[in-house]
């Protein structure tokens, strides 16, 4: 059969010079007569054109069976996505043997859903009590007596001694006398103060954070005061004379208690130790000294005066044993927490300042009173 191609070029040649009834009449004629021609050649060329994808799907499908049989060598895992190819493949062979220019199949293997098929964040449940760092467990606030003052300044006057005596009178001679000495003493009172600062932002989208910080900034006044009154109750206390060797803790402080009663110092007495050293009384307190050293209730007392656990304020074997009646906390304001808006640049900025303060000193008013002893004094 004479190539289509070449009839076509006959038939344009043969149009030339001729008008357009005439065209048309040549160009029907010319269809009736290739009708057959023409669709005889669509077929032949759709057929060639599945025949040669088919060579190429038969070729994909060698492919996979082979790569099937070296994935089942490997872990179940692989196994099963290697059958997903193979599966994806079957199943759109249509498509394939219909891939010409412009035209795209796309190919997807079906796996497991997991949480990898999520996009954005998992849901999520909110525990809103914030783990904290521990407060002290016993403040020195806790054990001195609080006096209020107006101004900054706090006096009191304490006896310092006495000339002459008190004595039997010899009859007929003159009676004794005796005179006596004070002294006043000054303590100023000053701030011990903090601020932190955070956004209205910060309050607004996260207000049970932003709530917890005025229990921050007080539990962390109360560290820096205690901080603040060790130092002036380890100068003015009573440094002890007593050592360990040969003794446990318990026969230590039960000496300390026989010397402050020697005194007339032990009515209000209290014994203050670290925690470490509170529980090694309690390991020794059987072997050493049953009778002396007591636990009941959960209270402990050794030759019956009270044991408190002081806190990180109190150095590592350190105690005090004494009368604490008379050591004061003064105050000229009292512990204070407030916020502000208007603050420095806070309110260009949309900041908030939480300020904590307190203007306050302590006083040790009788250091014969009140101990501070080690030990590890040798």
């Excluded at 006057?157 to 002459?164: F, I, L, N, W």
């Excluded at 005061?225 to 007593?242: M, P, R």
């Excluded at 050592?243 to 209000?268: A, C, F, V």
């Excluded at 309690?282 to 002396?292: E, I, R």
């Amino acid at each position: 059969m004479e190539n289509l191609e070449e009839k076509l070029n006959d038939l344009s040649t043969s149009l030339e010079g001729k008008s357009k009834e005439q065209t048309q009449k040549l160009i029907k004629a010319f269809k009736l007569e290739n009708e057959t021609y023409v669709k005889d050649a669509i077929e032949k060329g759709v057929k060639d054109v599945e025949e040669s994808m088919q060579v190429k799907l038969d070729a994909i499908q060698e492919h996979a069976d082979k790569l099937d049989v070296k994935l089942q060598e490997k872990n179940t895992k692989d196994a099963e996505k290697g059958d997903s190819i193979k599966a994806a493949i079957t199943e759109n062979s249509k498509n394939i043997l219909n891939v010409k220019k412009g035209q795209e199949v796309e190919i997807k293997a079906v796996g497991d859903i997991t949480t990898a098929n999520l996009t954005g964040d998992e849901p999520r449940s909110y525990n809103f009590d914030i783990v904290n760092f521990p407060s002290q467990k016993v403040n020195i606030a806790d054990l001195a007596r609080p006096v209020n003052v107006d101004g900054g300044t706090y006096t009191y006057t304490k006896e310092t001694g006495a000339e002459g005596s008190i004595s039997a009178q010899t009859e007929g001679s003159s009676k004794t006398q005796i005179d006596y000495d004070f002294a006043t003493v000054d303590v100023t009172t000053d701030f011990i103060a903090g601020f932190a600062r955070y956004s209205r932002k910060m309050r607004n989208n996260l207000s049970y954070i932003t709530s917890s910080i005025p229990m921050l900034l007080r539990r962390d006044y109360f560290k820096a005061e205690n901080a603040a009154f060790q130092v002036i109750l380890a100068a003015d206390a009573t440094a002890s004379t007593e050592i360990i060797t040969g003794k446990t803790k318990s026969e230590m402080l039960i000496n300390e208690i026989g010397k402050l009663e020697d005194s007339d110092y032990s009515d209000t007495a209290l014994i203050v130790v670290k925690p470490t050293d509170y529980l090694g009384i309690l390991k020794t307190a059987k072997q050493d000294l049953a009778s002396a050293v007591t636990y009941e209730g959960g209270v402990l007392r050794v030759a019956g005066v009270q044991v408190l656990k002081g806190s990180s304020w109190l150095p590592a074997n350190k105690y005090y044993i004494g009368d604490w009646s008379r050591v004061s906390k003064v105050n000229t304001e009292g512990l204070s927490i407030s916020f502000s808006e208007e603050e420095g640049t806070n309110f260009v900025k949309n900041n908030i300042t939480a300020r904590v303060e307190s203007q306050t000193t302590l006083a040790v008013e009788n250091p014969l009173a009140l101990v501070y002893g080690d030990f590890t004094a040798v």
